[in-house]
């Protein structure tokens, strides 16, 4: 330190050649060093200024290969309506078992009103005996639900997180780095969880014979289809497999967990390393979102830097309404939500791919009977058959993207019409190339179908074929990875 003029004090940084910094004292050279000396300490330092230069250099292509791998990671949202239905991103996952399928029975219909019917007094004794069954379900569901409720009901659903917190819970026995108090404390509180949840499987297996008669009775199928009352899609499965689901000793199959119903609360994120021949792995963060319309706000903060979205329309449910608002037809909804994904400028940039889904519901709705007409009108008097309605679905939001990309003219929609609980067929999809896929790029004109190539475009006049597209999402992911 050095004291100058008018008493302030001055700081000096210290440096290599100052002669009051100790380390440069040390290190400055010998006033006797001989010229033998001077070279090798020069060679020395040369060294160590290369050594040092190396690091440098290695920190910075590390630096690089970082900011490439982060550039390489695949932001993915799987958005759409409720029940579209995003249990894609469970396909992957790992889900652990969950002992949630209970059912939604019919008996919950039917008032003072209700005509007399045959088997009447068999169907209230038959009430009765169910009762301890269908109040174990909302208990279940509230256990599961960690004893948050739902307004809608005794509904399943998965917050953010879940996967953790029951991981955390099966690990949580034979956690040893608690304290002592804390781990008995929580071992005691799983075990009265297995006890609640062996109890509620017990009066499922003692009411398996119950539950076959109700879904079989005449009288119970005569007054759903004359009060067209229908359960929902998903119970028909777990009803057809209810004496394997009933006993004991059940475990889901991957088929019985992909056909639950749980819905999605906030935001689910899954992460997978996918790799393509001759490229480097990439990570996927899938990001599923719940599709009611009380969780819809939560879409917007996961647009900002996504790369692609996979949009999940339900063709087959034109004829039915949302659980949040009874006046608005499913399909309405899912048209006009992908409008306002097509036309909002944040997504300007990203891939998008639209999974017509649950063909599948559609087929057995189109072949029951059912019109489309009745509920679409502009379909008009097409021939009320699989592919001419699906083709149908096909070119309108195909039209929907059209319209509506205005800012970003030069955008591509992939269009896949899915079963999505068909794994074999949706890995495909995603990943080996499918069956059905056709890229469909719009200029001017409209969209038509040749049996020869699947797509069509025609532009005034004439028509220009497109060479058929058999990307999978990973393809198409992976081609812009590279753009
Ligand atoms: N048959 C059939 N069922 C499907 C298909 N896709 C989904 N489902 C069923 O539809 C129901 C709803 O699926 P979810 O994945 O919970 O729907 P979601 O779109 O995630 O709904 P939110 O979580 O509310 O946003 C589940 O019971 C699925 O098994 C399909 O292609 N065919
Ligand atoms: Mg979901």
């Known amino acids: 330190m050095h004291s100058a003029a008018g008493g302030t004090k001055m700081v000096r940084t210290s440096s290599m050649y100052s002669a009051d910094d100790p380390l440069g004292q040390c290190l400055r050279p010998p006033e006797t060093e001989t010229e033998d000396e001077r070279r090798a300490r020069l060679e020395r330092e040369y060294e160590a200024r290369r050594v040092s230069d190396g690091i440098d250099e290695q920190l910075k292509n590390e630096r690089k290969k970082w900011e490439k791998q982060r550039r390489q ?45 045959p088997g009447q007094h068999e169907l209230a004794a038959l009430r009765l005996r169910l009762s301890p069954l269908t109040g174990s379900e909302r208990a279940l569901a509230d256990r599961l639900n960690e004893g948050v409720a739902l307004r809608s009901g005794s509904g399943v659903y998965a917050r953010q997180g879940w996967q953790a917190r029951v991981a955390r819970s099966l690990s949580s026995a034979s956690s040893s780095r608690d ?25 499922l297996e003692a009411s398996v014979d119950d539950v076959v008669k109700l879904w079989e009775h005449p009288t119970v199928l005569a007054l759903m289809k004359r009060r067209r ?14 004496r394997r689901i009933a006993k004991a000793s059940y475990v889901p199959t991957t088929d019985d967990i992909l056909r639950a119903r749980i819905q ?18 990439f990570a996927w963060r899938i990001y599923d979102v719940g599709g009611a319309r009380g969780q819809r ?41 992908f409008t306002q994904i097509c036309a909002n400028p944040l997504l300007a940039n990203v891939h998008l791919v639209l999974f017509l889904n649950k063909t599948d519901v559609l087929r057995a709705k189109l072949e029951s009977g059912l019109r489309l007409q009745k509920y679409v009108t502009s379909f008009g008097d097409k021939t009320n058959d699989y592919e001419t309605v699906s083709r149908y679905f096909v070119t309108h939001f195909t039209l929907v993207h059209k319209r509506n990309s205005v800012h970003s003219k030069s955008r591509v ?21 499918p069956e059905v896929v056709s890229e469909v790029r719009w200029s001017a004109g409209g969209v038509r179908v040749s049996p020869r190539c699947r797509w069509r475009r025609t532009m005034g006049g004439g028509s220009v074929s497109m060479k058929e597209e058999r990307d999978s999402v990973v393809e198409i992911i992976g081609k812009m990875m590279h753009e």
């Open 179 to 203: 304290d002592d108090g804390a781990a008995a404390k929580r071992q005691q509180h799983q075990q009265d969880e297995d006890r609640a949840v062996a109890e509620i499987a017990r009066v």
């Open 413 to 433: 929609l992939y269009t896949h019409l899915t079963n999505v609980v068909d794994t074999q067929a949706t890995q495909s999809i995603i990943a080996n190339g």
């Open 73 to 117: 990671e695949v932001k993915l949202l799987l958005l759409g309506q409720a029940e579209s239905a995003p249990v894609l991103a469970h396909q992957a996952a790992q889900l652990a078992p969950s002992p949630s399928r209970l059912l939604v029975l019919p008996h919950r219909r039917g008032g003072p009103h209700e005509p007399r019917t």
């Open 297 to 337: 706000h939560t879409w917007v903060p996961y647009f900002d830097d996504a790369k692609a979205i996979i949009f999940l329309a339900p063709i087959s449910a034109f004829d039915q309404f949302l659980e949040e608002d009874s006046k608005t037809n499913r399909i309405d909804d899912s048209l006009q939500l």
């Open 264 to 281: 999605t609360m906030g935001v689910a994120e899954h992460v997978f390393d996918v790799v393509l021949p001759g490229q480097s792995p």
């Open 229 to 242: 009352l229908r359960l929902d899609e998903w119970s028909e499965f777990f009803l057809k497999n209810i």
